[in-house]
């Protein structure tokens, strides 16, 4: 009798949709299943592997917490992705459950393909993929103007050029969804997450279910186990891209900031809602150090809404240097941004 498979949740979302909230919370209810998790980062600073692994649940440890961040994890499969995944399923005792959660630039279907490679097509499923949707800026209208408008003009003519990057990832990730989980519901009234509900059913040509969440507070016992074996069902998750041999993030940068010890966290949260109005600016995360306080703050900003917490205690061997990851589209002027940030202007 052939092996169990080990299921793998596919996590999904925009840039600041709240993947990262959401997947700490799925440890936190997991009820003692061993967990592994592998995070892929935009850019060459791991903040959201630092959270993760802060968390401290015995049931998912450090070591079994990977991060990627040589690329988008759909761009390296065979370099990176498939040999972190045969290194985690070779441990001892083996993960029960791997959640990955993608860059916030990633689209999905790619990597839910590499789960077609024989070397793992025997041992892992997708279990399902989740895609986090950030109920308030979609509401506003941010990362999609007029869906049937743009998906009949691609039918028309191919050679359509791609307007609005940022959309066409928002629908991808969509379209390749199991369970979409529209976050920060509290932010929303009922009449909105009904509407929001409705234009995203109609949006995806099959059933899917649609969860309202505020601070990503779905169980375990919700977003994992969908047993959709995705793998199998890739004709029913169109793509964008289906007919394109890669992709790449040609549209979008990244860089890293390093910022001194800040007086409070509402002079940080100013100075990242300031390179938000000034400049094309997608989104904002890191850590920081804020005078006379042994704690980290930890800074998650997407546009001008900018959110800040206390995430645990400086180590007396760590530098009180703080590390903001900045993401947006080509062309950002980074030396107005540093100035910003560092509060040289």
Not at 79 to 103: C, G, M, N, V
Not at 190 to 216: C, F, H, M, Q, Y
Request: net charge negative; aromatic share 4%.
């Amino acid at each position: 009798m052939s092996a169990r498979k080990v299921p793998v949740t596919i996590v999904t979302g925009f840039l600041g949709a709240g993947k990262t909230t959401l997947v700490r919370h799925a440890i936190e209810t997991a009820e003692g299943r061993r967990l592994a998790l592998i995070v892929n980062e935009f850019g060459d600073v791991g903040v959201d592997g630092t959270i993760l692994r802060s968390c401290g649940i015995k049931n998912c440890p450090e070591e079994n917490i990977v991060e990627l961040t040589n690329g988008c994890i759909c761009c390296t499969v065979a370099d990176d992705f498939i040999p972190t995944l045969e290194t985690l399923l070779s441990r001892q005792p083996a993960p029960e459950h791997i959640i990955i959660e993608t860059s916030g630039l990633a689209l999905p279907k790619p990597l839910v393909k590499a789960f077609e490679w024989p070397d793992i097509r025997n041992r892992v499923t997708v279990d399902g993929v989740v895609t986090v949707v950030d109920g308030p800026a979609v509401k506003a209208g941010r990362f999609v103007d007029d869906p049937e408008k743009v998906a009949a003009q691609r039918a028309a003519d191919p050679s359509v050029d791609h307007e609005n990057p940022l959309e066409e990832v928002y629908e991808d990730q969509l379209l390749c969804a199991d369970l979409v989980v529209l976050n920060k519901a509290d932010l929303l009234s009922d009449d909105d997450i009904k509407t929001l509900s409705d234009e995203i059913k109609r949006s995806i040509p099959r059933a899917i279910k649609i969860v309202a969440a505020r601070e990503g507070q779905v169980p375990a016992g919700v977003l994992l186990g969908l047993s959709a074996a995705a793998e199998d069902d890739l004709a029913a998750r169109p793509s964008h891209h289906d007919n394109e041999a890669e992709h790449d993030h040609d549209d979008f940068e990244t860089f890293i900031v390093d910022v001194p010890e800040v007086a409070t966290p509402d002079d940080l949260a100013s100075r990242a809602k300031a390179i938000a109005n000034a400049h094309d600016v997608l989104r904002v995360k890191g850590y920081a150090a804020i005078g006379g306080k042994p704690m980290r703050l930890l800074l998650q900003g997407v546009g001008e809404r900018v959110d800040t917490r206390y995430e645990r205690a400086w180590q007396p061997d760590e530098a009180r240097v703080g590390r903001l990851v900045v993401i947006g589209q080509k062309g950002l002027d980074r030396d107005a941004i540093v100035r910003t940030l560092t509060g040289e202007s």
